[in-house]
């Protein structure tokens, strides 16, 4: 397999416009390729030029007619990306979260999963917001107690409040809410 180029932007002295041109380039190819493989956040591909080797201050370069410019090569790279829809948060968290809670996961874990990948947190709660479902939860809750109240761990406790209790943990462990998981159970007793 053909490792990837890892380039060096030299910090002693202003760039060429050749130089500066062909870093450009490189960083703009990559990152679409990057990109559209798979649904990537904008952090990923920061992190992925980063590692490649450029840097995230403003590079100086001199254009052909002698004057120095100052440009941000990685902030040029996200704008393009931005503009023709290749990379936007929004839509790469909202496919975690579907993905998420099709797995049965609680808005808990989704958002310390989708913030892990880069997302803000102010985007993953809007989002969380704007997506919440109180039956779908139900439903995704009961699945998981359904399914741990016919295990050994759970069967092996005696019944009463024990039993309760370690549902309840098991359930918040899976990201769900303690409001969410009580709303549940007095659901349940009715």
Do not use: C
């Amino acid at each position: 397999m053909k490792k990837a180029r890892q380039i060096v932007i030299p910090e002693d002295r202003p760039l060429t416009f050749e130089e500066f041109y062909d870093f450009d380039l490189h960083a703009r190819n990559s990152s679409i390729w990057y990109a559209t493989e798979y649904t990537r956040s904008e952090q990923q591909i920061i992190e992925k030029l980063l590692a490649k080797g450029y840097i995230r201050d403003d590079v100086e370069y001199v254009d052909k007619e002698g004057v120095e410019h100052r440009a941000n090569i990685i902030d040029n790279v996200l704008e393009t990306l931005r503009e023709n829809y290749l990379v936007s948060d929004d839509s790469y968290a909202l496919g975690l979260i579907n993905r998420y809670r099709g797995s049965k996961r609680g808005d808990g874990y989704i958002r310390r999963q989708v913030i892990a990948k880069g997302i803000d947190a102010d985007v993953v709660d809007r989002l969380l917001e704007e997506t919440a479902d109180e039956e779908k939860t139900f439903e995704a809750i009961e699945a998981l107690a359904e399914r741990y109240m016919n295990s050994s761990a759970y069967l092996r406790v005696e019944e009463g409040f024990k039993r309760s209790q370690k549902l309840t943990t098991h359930l918040v462990s899976r990201g769900f809410s303690f409001s969410d998981i009580q709303d549940w159970k007095d659901q349940r007793e009715e």
